[in-house]
């Protein structure tokens, strides 16, 4: 075995550990988990000792493979960081960058604008992972996590991509059969489609008033899909982001509630470590995002 194949070996060595696996290491790898397996032999014997205890369906590291194994994931750590310092002496961005995303807002408007990214600069690879659940960025190698706000404190950094107006609508379905509202005090005798990032009292103004009004309703969701559908079935009211509803608005099914009184706007973040932005490609993609998102909600109507 020469140098530089022990240097692999070492680092599937080091895949296999951290996937927990010969098979998932080889799914990740882009290898067949024969080859993973002859690479894992190979260095067993190079070394003159075994690094796992093999069963059926698992294997459990010796007290040399768990002293290996710390040699091999530093050498496999240098070679990433190697090859991103690479990386970022080029004009044109590549490399792969992982993102994160609630489902809907995925869906709606980042999923479209990640395609336009990728048409042009199809030299970075996207790893997209779309998922109401907050993720730990760090621990699951996550470069960008895309949340809205207000955002928790942390150790983490972010920049603000786009602010939209938050409004409270209803379908033409339920006002037929409850009602318009007239003034704030109004909404508490409503039923609403509550959203768990939504607070349960609603912080009005209108020039100099404000007003803090308590609602409910018989449905709660956590995710803003499912609010939107019971929204269009006519279930309650609800507060959106007023991006997300213009279509609806303008086409008459939905239509909004106390035009004249204002909700907080919304702001959309980026989210990220420290050491993720000295990449040229996730600046690059921080910089597409926001060009593309700043018009999202130009139309103040």
């Known amino acids: 075995m020469s140098a530089l194949d022990e240097v692999r070996a070492m680092m599937i060595f080091a895949r296999v550990v951290e996937e927990g696996g010969f098979s998932a290491a080889a799914r990740?790898?882009?290898l067949?988990?024969?080859a993973i397996s002859h690479q894992i032999r190979q260095l067993e014997a190079k070394l003159g000792v075994p690094l796992l205890r093999r069963?059926?369906?698992t294997f459990s590291?010796?007290?040399a493979g768990t002293r290996y194994y710390d040699s091999c994931r530093t050498i496999t750590l240098e070679a990433e960081a190697a090859r991103k310092r690479v990386e970022e002496l080029r004009d044109e961005p590549v490399g792969k960058i992982s993102l994160s995303c609630s489902v809907h807002m995925g869906n709606l408007r980042i999923v479209p604008i990640l395609s336009r990214f990728r048409q042009t600069y199809p030299g970075v690879a996207l790893d997209v992972r779309l998922t109401d659940e907050v993720v730990d960025l760090i621990g699951q190698g996550i470069d960008i996590a895309i949340r809205s706000g207000p955002l928790r404190s942390s150790e983490l950094k972010s920049i603000r991509l786009y602010e939209t107006r938050r409004v409270i609508v209803a379908s033409q379905q339920y006002v037929a059969a409850f009602g318009t509202p007239n003034q704030p005090e109004?909404?508490?005798d409503h039923n609403w489609v509550m959203y768990s990032r939504v607070p349960e009292t609603l912080p009005l103004a209108q020039g100099d008033q404000?007003?803090?009004?308590?609602?409910s309703g018989s449905v709660q969701v956590d995710?803003?899909?499912a609010r939107l559908q019971f929204l269009r079935d006519g279930h309650g009211m609800a507060v959106v982001p007023f991006s997300d509803v213009a279509d609806d608005i303008a086409n008459g099914d939905l239509m909004?509630?106390?035009p004249d009184w204002n909700l907080p706007d919304l702001s959309v973040y980026a989210v990220y470590s420290g050491d993720v932005m000295r990449s040229s490609k996730v600046k690059t993609l921080l910089d597409f995002l926001r060009a593309q998102l700043t018009d999202i909600d130009e139309s103040r109507h």
């Open 223 to 225: 995710s803003a899909t």
């Open 55 to 57: 069963s059926t369906r």
């Open 61 to 63: 590291l010796t007290d």
């Open 256 to 258: 909004r509630i106390l």
């Open 186 to 188: 109004d909404l508490t």
């Open 28 to 30: 990740k790898m882009g």
């Open 210 to 215: 404000e007003r803090k009004i308590p609602v």
């Open 32 to 34: 067949s988990r024969a």
